[in-house]
């Protein structure tokens, strides 16, 4: 696949709540098999723009055009949003990443078992299968959720703080993960905030701060300047701001 | 001795009657009130099954004590509530068990007035507190078949009911069907509960869903031998509790479900999950 083909195209997007914008016009293209990685402060709309790809947000102004179905997506939420008390095995948890295979009522095929396995190998869980989510560390519960995101089999993956709060030998074992699915041609955008990852691992980086700053390789987004400019954006927040009339191109 | 338990059964009628109605209740109302109880939803249990009663109660002034209008009656309120109440919580900022306590107290003052309108007082204890040794043909078909659909449509919403508990933001990624699980689920409690209602009325009906769920819950880390655990406990109080009605005389519903909550009560000293004997006494930790 051509590096030029676009996975996701955003038209001059303005993502929100009620009518104040978190992500405002943002133009651009992420290139089909690339390795993106979102950049911002606390604030900055990294999260509302994954929902937006994901579509559980719809933009309040422009389109976002993806080159799948939105069953092509796999999204990582951040960790807090699963009840972690709920009576579940890490296997049966990792086995809904089969979803778009089996749908809401298919079987789980002997091949597929296989393949769960497999998963829960990948991550460093064989073992755990019948353990209860409730008793899973964090890193372990970011494992497990990994493994799901392999069986989703997905062409477009999207990870929201994946290594937040994860330690060094996790967050490295993950990263590999992540290189591989680079390597397979999908493509991966990750909200990340360890700007020394960013460098080592992400060829490309969205700098946002509501506005987008800087998108492109991630050496030249990085650049002290852009960062000063991307704390300065949020910290001049106007609680009365008027209407926006930036022209729709 | 096995005659104490035995003969009752074996001699009286209704008494089998009551123990097949309890039997079918225990099988719908076990899993709904597992899921019930997982999705934090015990409150919105009791509070729905007082939204059934002004129903009946319209059902019962308009053609007394039949069981057609009764059960017509209290699944449309029951219904109206569940799906208004559903709604109310998914798209404005009010929580559920807000706008659901403000239903129930109006319904329940409701009904008990409706009925009053026409009936006796023993019409209204028993809709209040059912009539369990008193089923007829009809009202066991009835609670059959409402098991018999619940436990199907169970089957069927498995998964997506398990994933919008433990994952609501995944399964809005993968699936549309979030939003129309949750009201199915919300239909099969009413369902559930007019049957329950038929037999231990609408004061008593949900506790044959959450006495076992919540009874169950220590014994358990499993969601699928919960569910199995909870419909046992529920047949075993609908058996306790009719053999101490009869042999005590004391008024059958109120016995079944003090006995579910005597199931509950054992459960929650000794059960092997997070019972209080063993949170208090839980032995010298392991070496890993």
Redesign the interface.
């Known amino acids: 696949m051509s590096a030029q083909t676009s996975a996701i195209r955003f038209d001059e997007v303005t993502l929100g709540y009620g009518r104040r914008p978190a992500v405002h016009h943002l133009d651009g293209t992420i290139p089909a098999g690339s390795l993106t990685a979102v950049v911002g402060p606390n604030g900055a709309g990294k999260s509302t723009l994954l929902k937006g790809i994901v579509g559980t947000l719809k933009p309040l102004e422009g389109h976002i055009g993806l080159n799948a179905p939105s069953s092509g997506i796999a999204y990582l939420p951040q960790a807090a949003e699963i009840d972690r008390s709920f009576p579940l095995s890490v296997y049966d948890l990792v086995a809904m990443g089969l979803w778009s295979r089996s749908g809401l009522f298919g079987g789980i095929a002997r091949r597929d078992r296989t393949r769960v396995d497999e998963a829960l190998s990948a991550v460093g869980l064989t073992g755990f299968e019948r353990r209860p989510i409730s008793t899973l560390s964090g890193g372990q519960m970011q494992r497990a959720l990994f493994a799901r995101l392999l069986l989703q089999d997905a062409p477009v993956i999207l990870l929201d703080e994946p290594f937040t709060a994860i330690d060094a030998k996790t967050t490295a074992d993950l990263l590999d993960l992540v290189r591989r699915w680079h390597d397979e041609s999908r493509t991966v955008v990750a909200v990340l905030h360890d700007l020394d990852m960013v460098k080592r691992v992400f060829p490309h980086t969205l700098l946002i701060a509501r506005e987008p700053v800087a998108w492109g390789r991630t050496p030249e987004v990085l650049s002290p300047e852009n960062l000063l400019k991307a704390r300065r954006m949020v910290e001049a927040h106007d609680p009365h701001a008027d209407v926006c009339h930036r022209s729709v191109a | 001795m096995l005659d104490l338990f035995y003969t009752p059964f074996s001699e009286f009628e209704f008494m089998r009657r009551a123990l097949v109605g309890v039997v079918a209740i225990a099988l719908g109302g076990g899993p709904v009130g597992v899921f019930l109880m997982?999705r934090r939803m015990s409150l919105t249990g009791d509070a729905m099954a007082h939204a059934i009663l002004p129903g009946a109660a319209v059902g019962y002034l308009l053609a007394g004590l039949s069981l057609p209008a009764m059960t017509v009656g209290g699944l449309f309120a029951g219904v109206i509530v569940a799906v208004a109440a559903g709604l109310v919580s998914r798209f404005t900022a009010l929580k559920e068990d807000a706008s659901l306590a403000a239903f129930y107290l109006l319904s329940l003052a409701l009904g008990v007035t409706i009925v009053s309108l026409r009936g006796s007082n023993v019409d209204l204890l028993h809709v209040l507190f059912g009539t369990v040794l008193a089923l007829d043909d009809n009202t066991l078909l009835l609670l059959a078949s409402i098991s018999t659909l619940t436990v199907l449509a169970l089957a069927?919403l498995y998964?997506?009911l398990?994933?919008e508990?433990?994952?609501?933001?995944?399964l809005?990624?993968?699936?549309r069907?979030g939003t129309p699980t949750h009201l199915i689920f919300l239909g099969l409690v009413v369902m559930n509960l007019v049957g329950g209602f038929h037999a231990l009325g609408t004061l008593l009906a949900v506790g044959m869903m959450m006495l076992p769920a919540a009874a169950s819950?220590f014994w358990?880390?499993?969601?699928t031998t919960?569910m199995i655990v909870s419909v046992a406990i529920g047949i075993l109080s609908g058996f306790s509790g009719l053999l101490l009605s009869f042999h005590a005389e004391l008024p059958a519903g109120p016995a079944i479900i003090l006995s579910a909550g005597a199931v509950y009560v054992m459960s929650l000293v000794v059960g092997r999950e997070g019972g209080l004997l063993w949170l208090a006494w839980p032995g010298k930790h392991l070496e890993a």
């Open positions: 997982l069927v998964r997506p398990v994933l508990c433990v994952d609501p933001v995944f809005r990624s993968v699936s069907a819950r358990t880390s499993d969601i919960m």
